[in-house]
């Protein structure tokens, strides 16, 4: 299959102009000038040709929850679904993500392993949807957040247990709920740490053994620096909540840039409601938070919390524009969209970028991101592993 357009972005702001991709099977073989390359069809003899389009990576959404429906209650919405009804409603919310030009995302949380099944069900083609890197079961202490999803643990052994389990299903990725959330009703509050030290040491070894990355959700500056502490690699959320308001610690985001911990702030697609719900100058203090990581050097990544209250599985072209809110470049935006997170969920090396030997995870839309994000959101084709989907 050879993709045309008038631009291919090749790099960190850098477009190659009238430029092709040529795909074989699921992998990209050559990126170049159109007219080098427009004799090479492929085995297919497919040739789709965009004169006034953009093709960019695929988009990554590094932190979603596909078993949460994104409603008002999304809890009590899970525990009336069975596994059956649960996964074919998955099945939806993959295919919406993947509509969106979202090719890759990574599931952080879900019940008896279905974004695990889910995700082999995409591998294999037998359903539309993006590569689902998940997390399996997170792990919490007992009446902590999000327990209802079966990851309770106390102690080292349990929790090196449960992180066992996870990996023997086939997570890329490990879950630690290290503060306390919002969604979990009755539990400890999202300042508020849940493990002692040497359990989140213990979760961390037991992964890093096998090369499989943590990340940490943490609302509160304790649990963020006790994450650090422990050698996560990735910082979910990351507000640096106290119980009277917010403590960004210096020293601990200086480690978070020197250890090269990703930063996902977990954006709400909703975010310019955030003044209403918690008032003007909270709502400004949470975003400068944002704006003095990124202006520090952390290495920030897009992610939606897609499936908890009021974020959908359609919501991280409008989440991106909060960044573009704060005065973020948008070649900087979509990097944490695609390389940036694909280096985060460590698939650095096959996707998120556009180059020959990496998976053919491509985004065809018309106008420049470059110049308006919203571009984004003007589909012309989306390529998965690929395949054109066609919805």
Sequence with gaps: MLITASRVLTGSGTYLEDGAVLVEGDSIVAVGPRVQLADRVGEDGKHLAFPHATVVPGLIDAHVHLAFDGGGDPVATLDESSDETLLEDMRRRA???LS???????????????????????????????????????ATPPGGHCHFLGGEVSGVDQ?????RRNLAA????????VTGGGLTKDGPKSWQSQFTPEELRALVDEAHKVGVPVAAHAHGTEGIAAAVEAGVDTIEHCTWLTA???????????????????????????WQMLPRFFGEDRAAAMFDLVRQMAEAGAKLIAGTDAGVQR???????????????????????????????A?????????????????????????????????????????????????
């Design 311 to 341: 974020a959908g599985f359609d919501g991280l072209v409008p989440a991106l524009s909060f960044y573009a809110h704060l005065g973020l470049p948008h070649s900087k935006i979509l990097d944490m969209a695609t390389a940036d997170a």
């Design 244 to 270: 009277d308001g917010f403590d960004l610690r210096q020293d601990i985001l200086k480690r978070i840039v020197e250890d090269g911990i990703a930063v996902c702030p977990a954006v709400s697609p909703h």
């Design 343 to 391: 280096d985060a969920l460590g698939l650095g090396g096959t996707t998120g970028r556009i180059a020959p030997g990496f998976r053919a995870d491509l985004l065809v839309i018309e106008g420049d991101p470059l110049e308006d994000l919203n571009a984004l959101g003007a589909i012309r084709a989306v390529v998965a592993a690929g395949r054109h989907y066609e919805p």
């Design 100 to 138: 969106r030009g979202v090719t890759t995302v990574r599931d952080l949380g879900d019940r008896h392993g279905l974004a695990l099944r889910l995700g082999e069900e995409v591998s294999r083609g037998g359903v539309a949807g993006p590569r689902i890197v998940s997390a399996g079961t997170p």
């Design 170 to 177: 086939g997570a890329g990725v490990i879950k630690a709920m």
């Design 95 to 97: 295919e919406q993500l």
């Design 159 to 163: 929790v090196r247990d449960l992180v």
